[in-house]
């Protein structure tokens, strides 16, 4: 099951997929990313220049020591996303 990952920790399951309601919830143009345990995370492609806030949850899941990712986030599987 997708659910959202908020900036403040909180989660909540999502479903039905599609670009309005992923664009909707990361408030902005979808960037999908891979985690290394093959889930995605849809987030804002343009998060880090609208200044939004680090996603502690989201970057540990990215788990890259050289990128964060910022704002609410996505994670879903690849099968969950239109």
């Known amino acids: 099951?997708?659910?959202?990952?908020?900036?403040?920790?909180?989660?909540?399951?999502?479903?039905?997929l599609n670009l309005t309601k992923m664009q909707a919830v990361v408030d902005?143009?979808?960037q999908i990313v891979p985690t290394p345990n093959g889930r995605l995370l849809v987030c804002d492609e343009e998060g880090k220049c609208k200044?939004?806030?680090?996603?502690?949850k989201a970057s540990a899941l990215y788990n890259n020591p050289y990128d964060e990712i910022v704002g609410d986030v996505i994670l879903a599987n690849n099968d969950e996303i239109d």
């Not at 200044?51 to 502690?56: H, L, Q, R, S, T």
Request: hydrophobic fraction near 35%; proline fraction near 0%.
């Open 51 to 56: 200044g939004k806030k680090v996603n502690i």
């Open 1 to 16: 099951m997708a659910k959202i990952i908020r900036v403040d920790g909180t989660t909540e399951e999502i479903t039905d």
């Open 28 to 30: 902005g143009y979808i």
